[in-house]
């Protein structure tokens, strides 16, 4: 039953070292813990567009900047015309955001009948999307007042980090300890503590320490040996020259392979297996009833339903369309305007982040379950006509 769930996300959990003691609910503890790790993850996937991605190339970049640009502003501006001046009026952030999972995940059950072109545009427009939610996150929704003295201590981690960048160091650990001192940090700085994930993710290195002659080369001659110290055995465990072997194999891989590159694989899983399901199950819980809609908060649904269903859409097409029209930018290859606007509806698909910004938005709980059930719908809602208009404008030629 729902109280028995409830329950379980109110449990205090944490530990105590001596004088120092952290504490929080299994609900904090996702949404504040867990969920630093998905921004991560977002923060890495930043990164590497904007290094190798599509916002490398200053004029391919412009169209999904716009875009963002338009589907965050539209949004705000039409939950604002329903709640401006009222005391719900700080959820102007809910409907800003796009969740990037579910809308790529539209458009991977759709295959084919979405050109690569506009696959690669919503995912560097939910990208710029959720880089500006996390810039609204950070000065607009801070948790309480701000502590300077976190801050600073926040800045020295950060410094360090950056430094390490610089040395090019390469051991993850190196990068994981500070991290978590930062994420601690910012926590008690006020500002959110997921944003610690986003600062540790600018700081991991793209770079690789060796490049691919030498790869090659080293690799190569590490085979030969394999094969010439072969001892018909079947199993290579009873070989201790093949198992050196393998291991120095091993360390080239990895000297080859940016850290980037090995934190984003193997976070892929757990993020979007454990996390993303642990933060949608503890936050969009939510007892639909008669009386959801009732009280008299319904402005925030109204303006949430406007915000991601009409905003999104009309925000992505015209700043798209604009900035075309303005030499700008250019449209994404074999891709019409039509196609361009059927992909505004996938971007007001808010779920994750939408939800995360609603938590913060408001402390009265109705408001707050009235911004879940009203995310909640408008997100299926919204996944059911987008999935509808990009089937129907895809081009038939494909």
């Known amino acids: 039953s729902l109280s028995h769930l409830e329950n379980i996300w109110n449990v205090e959990m944490g530990f105590e070292i001596g004088n120092f003691s952290l504490k929080m609910t299994f609900l904090k503890w996702i949404n504040d813990g867990l969920m630093a790790a998905f921004f991560f993850l977002v923060g890495l996937e930043i990164k590497r567009e904007l290094l190798v991605g599509e916002l490398a ?23 604002t015309i329903f709640n401006g001046g009222t005391p719900t009026a700080n959820g102007w952030g809910i409907p800003m955001a796009t969740d990037i999972a579910f809308a790529m995940g539209v458009l991977a059950i759709l295959g084919k009948s979405c050109p690569t072109s506009l696959k690669v545009f919503l995912t560097a427009l939910a990208i710029v999307d959720d880089l500006g939610s996390i810039i609204v996150l950070a000065i607009f929704y801070p948790n309480h007042d701000i502590q300077g003295i976190f801050l600073l201590y926040a800045g020295i981690i950060t410094l360090i980090l950056f430094l390490f960048n610089r040395l090019q160091i390469r051991n993850p650990l190196l990068y994981i300890v500070p991290g978590l001192f930062l994420w601690y940090f910012v926590l008690q700085s006020g500002i959110h ?7 540790i993710a600018a ?8 490049n691919e002659v030498r790869f090659y080369t080293t690799v190569q001659y590490y085979l030969n040996k394999f094969k010439e ?32 590159n090995r934190f984003q694989v193997a976070l892929h899983g757990p993020v979007n297996f454990i996390i993303m399901p642990l933060f949608a199950l503890a936050n969009a819980g939510v007892a639909f009833s008669g009386d959801t809609f009732a009280s008299g908060n319904i402005s925030i649904a109204i303006g949430i339903f406007f915000g991601l269903l009409l905003g999104k859409p ?3 097409f015209f700043f798209s369309w604009l900035s075309v029209k303005l030499k700008i930018a250019k449209m994404p290859s074999n891709a019409s305007y039509k196609q361009l606007f059927a992909i505004g509806i996938v971007g007001g698909i808010g779920f994750t982040m939408s939800l995360f910004i609603d938590n913060l938005a408001f402390t009265d709980v109705e408001m707050i ?9 408008t997100s299926m809602i919204a996944v059911v006509i987008g999935f509808i208009a990009v089937k129907i404008t895809a081009n038939k030629a494909e």
Do not use: Y
């Not at 503590?193 to 600062?199: D, F, N, Q």
């Not at 700081?203 to 060796?210: M, V």
């Open 57 to 79: 190339q200053p004029k391919k970049a412009m169209l999904p900047i716009f875009a963002a640009l338009g589907g965050m502003i539209f949004p705000a501006a039409i939950f």
């Open 193 to 199: 503590a997921t944003i610690a994930g986003v600062i």
């Open 203 to 210: 700081t991991i290195p793209a770079k690789t320490r060796i």
């Open 229 to 260: 110290s072969s001892s018909g055995q079947v199993n290579v465990f009873s070989s201790p020259e093949q198992l050196s072997i393998l291991h120095k194999i091993n360390n080239r891989v990895d000297d080859i392979n940016p850290l980037i």
């Open 314 to 316: 009309i925000g992505i």
């Open 369 to 377: 379950d009235m911004g879940k059930a009203a995310i909640l719908i």
